[in-house]
């Protein structure tokens, strides 16, 4: 029997490239029995979506459902599901996650182990939902999902669940609602990427409100719990070019889109550094070049060169609408 053992410890230490490698070793070994050569394979696609790497993620997840619906084992066949799903969700294929989450949840009531993660499935039913525009479908995903982990008294996910609702709920633009999840999530003892991200709703519920300075004030809150180059980072900077903008503060606007770039490309959130792009190009578009020269002079005036972040010939093009 394979050392799967070994993929975890590498996972876990955050040597993908090893892991990645020792996997594909094992593949080629021989006398790898079937189960494990699923549980390998299934290794690899989590091992590339630990390492953000959602489309690398998806062929081995691939490769290990198609095995696994072979074999008599339901519990690895669900655990293959439901990292293939993640990965799916991670590139927008969010009709083939929901089938992946389906297949799931049909053969859940063969499985023993694998029942550990329904409420993960659920949770993962939701984010791809909301990503569909399904929002209301997927509130009572995430409400089932959450009552599912504080049965098991998980309150960290049970609080991913809450800000999965909340999403849903800004998508709607259902105000009160999201000023009733804000009010659950008040009292909760969390780590500070919840408060975090707790604070940026607070701040797109005051922007819906029309309240913009107190949506400022809580989007800068959540940008000073928000780790370095994380998503919460990123979003919180293109909630403040946006209300910066709401509030005719052009060159502040572009400050803040200009940083969310940098943070996305830096951090490697490719699909945020896509909005902050379009972000930049619409503001670009509409001020023209009068608030990117203040920017400029302000930046130079602290040392930074704002052309090593934006490319000068690309932003005259735009700028003069050619």
């Excluded at 990645?20 to 979506?49: F, K, N, P, T, Y």
């Excluded at 190009?281 to 130079?300: I, K, W």
């Amino acid at each position: 029997m394979s050392d799967t053992g070994e993929l975890h410890r590498l996972m876990d230490a955050g040597d993908y490239a090893r892991c990645l490698e020792r996997g594909q070793a094992m593949l080629r070994e021989h006398g790898l029995s079937a189960d494990d050569r699923v549980r390998v394979l299934g290794l690899l696609c989590r091992c590339r979506i630990e390492a953000g790497d959602f489309l690398g993620a998806v062929p081995w997840g691939t490769e290990a459902a198609e095995q696994a619906e072979r074999l008599a084992n339901p519990d690895l066949r669900g655990s293959v599901l439901i990292d293939l799903a993640t990965a799916l969700i991670g590139i927008r294929r969010y009709a083939e996650a929901l089938a992946r989450l389906d297949q799931y949840q049909q053969g859940l009531h063969e499985t023993t182990s694998a029942r550990v993660l329904e409420g993960t499935a659920l949770r993962l039913q939701g984010d791809a939902l909301t990503a569909a525009g399904r929002e209301a479908d997927a509130l009572a995903r995430y409400d089932a999902a959450r009552n599912w982990f504080l049965r098991y008294g998980d309150e960290p996910s049970a609080g991913e669940c809450l800000l999965g609702m909340l999403a849903a709920s800004h998508a709607m633009g259902d105000s009160r609602l999201m000023e009733r999840l804000l009010e659950e999530g008040e009292d909760r003892a969390a780590e500070p990427a919840f408060q975090g991200w707790m604070a940026l709703y607070q701040a797109r519920l005051c922007s819906m409100t029309g309240q913009l300075q107190a949506s400022v004030d809580h989007a800068f809150r959540a940008l000073e719990l928000a780790a370095p180059l994380s998503p919460l980072q990123v979003e919180a900077q293109l909630h403040l070019s946006g209300t910066a903008e709401r509030m005719e503060r052009a060159v502040d606007a572009l400050s803040f889109a200009l940083a969310a770039r940098v943070s996305a490309i830096d951090g490697r959130l490719y699909s945020l550094e896509m909005r902050a792009s379009v972000l930049l190009l619409h503001l670009l578009r509409r001020h023209g070049g009068g608030p990117l020269r203040e920017l400029e002079d302000d930046l130079a005036h602290n040392g930074v060169d704002l052309y090593q972040y934006v490319d000068p010939t690309e932003v005259q093009r735009l700028v003069s609408g050619t």
